[in-house]
């Protein structure tokens, strides 16, 4: 087996970690504190910085062939980890979630008039979007269950139905919404649901309210409640046809779980290099913290998850590339549940090395553990994962596969 990077992935790995160290991080404090200042209006730093990342030709690296830099899953796993060290960069180069999974979803299913008008700019990074599928009614972690209705009426489909978890809805730019309801109750099961475009200035569409998430309001992106009430779209705003739902989804979510596990990946290396200089910079007992032996216990096994599961996840990304997402069924849902189980460990035990200061606002670690917490639910909760691993693996002893 080869466990080197190709010289083109290095070399791409090179020049994302220079632009990031010279052009993103310097003006993190002036990105956030326009952010501070007035969350409606998307921040100057960040449009200043993404007109630099795109002139560098940093820009859609997640998309394959043409419209993006032609990066496998393999070759872009490693820059989703380095964005994924500091969350908010991944919009200096237009790689930032729902927005990657709804342009992938444009670019696989989207007609030709849909990829003119909202691929476009949405790969040119001037408008942002959202992603409409969980639901507070129902338990979303079986989409079967998902109430929201799209009936045809004439030229137009009527959307009833209400939202949460909408992330990107508190974007000043966000301007279209993919969502996901159901067309024909009376079809098979994965038959039922469809997804179709809905612009966020249709009458009817409305943001209810914002969510939370552990008290912070993840701002500039945001999470709302949305309520459709007889919002109508034309009928040429359907996505690929009418119960294609499910699968439209699947094939957003593979290449979409890569990127949100090797980001994640990216925030444990974060946290880990805060504690382990926050354990050589303070002394108790008389000796450095990093001294104590429960501490290189706890970066010991911190360096050796990472590694564990990093090479987890490019193997994922390494059996996408050869087969697609359902050649790596198991090993993606196996990815899902261990990285975020993985960093949250990890930003856990650098909370504990900061003391007061680790849970406070004064480090980055809170807040990162927040956001880590919430991959432990969104995109399907680890007892989704693991119930379709454990089927896989019952089907190979003759049992009911996955």
């Known amino acids: 087996m080869e466990f080197r990077h190709s010289d083109k992935a290095l070399h791409w790995q090179e020049r994302l970690q220079r632009f990031m160290d010279d052009k993103v991080l310097p003006r993190s404090a002036e ?51 380095i964005m994924g060290r500091h969350l908010w960069s991944a919009e200096v180069f237009n790689c930032n979630a729902p927005d990657t999974g709804n342009m992938e979803v444009l670019h696989m299913y989207g007609s030709p008039e849909q990829q003119a008008q909202w691929l476009k700019p949405l790969m040119a990074g001037e408008i942002r979007s959202a992603f409409l599928m969980t639901e507070p009614a129902v338990a979303s972690s ?10 045809r009426d004439g030229d137009h489909y009527v959307i009833n139905g209400r939202k949460w978890w909408s992330t990107n809805m508190g974007h000043p730019n ?11 109750t009376d079809a098979a099961t994965h038959q039922q649901q469809s997804q179709i475009l809905v612009p966020v200035n249709t009458p009817g569409f409305r943001v209810e309210r914002m969510l939370s998430v552990f008290g912070y309001d993840e701002r500039p992106i945001g999470h709302a409640e949305v309520v459709l009430d007889n919002v109508r779209v034309p009928v040429e705003n359907l996505i690929a046809g009418e119960g294609r739902g499910f699968e439209i989804a699947q094939g957003r979510l593979g290449p979409g779980r890569i990127h949100h596990c090797m980001r994640t990946i990216g925030a444990a290396e974060r946290a880990l290099d805060l504690m382990v200089e926050r354990l050589l910079s303070r002394t108790a007992f ?70 007061g200061a680790g849970v406070s606002g004064d480090t980055p670690l809170a807040e990162l553990y927040a956001g880590v917490r919430t991959l432990r639910l969104a995109d399907g909760p680890d007892e989704v994962h693991n119930r379709t691993i454990a089927r ?11």
């Open 392 to 402: 896989l693996e019952y089907a190979k002893h003759g049992g009911r596969g996955g």
């Open 31 to 81: 990105y956030w504190a326009q952010v501070r200042e007035d969350h409606t209006r998307q921040p100057q730093a960040m449009e200043e910085m993404k007109a630099q990342a795109r002139e560098a030709g940093l820009w859609n690296m997640f998309l394959p062939g043409d419209h993006g830099a032609g990066l496998t899953n393999l070759e872009y796993a490693p820059l989703a980890e």
């Open 174 to 184: 966000v301007a279209i919404t993919i969502v996901m309801g159901k067309t024909d």
């Open 142 to 151: 079986d989409a079967t269950n998902i109430e929201t209705r799209i009936e």
């Open 286 to 355: 008389k000796k450095k913290i990093a001294e104590h032996s429960v501490w290189e216990q706890r970066v010991a096994e911190a360096r050796i998850n990472i590694e564990m599961c990093r090479l987890s996840v490019l193997k994922a990304a390494w059996m996408i590339d050869q087969g697609g997402a359902k050649n790596a069924k198991s090993e993606i849902a196996q990815i899902k549940v261990a990285a975020p189980r993985m960093a949250l460990q990890i930003i856990d035990d650098a909370i504990q090395a900061f003391g």
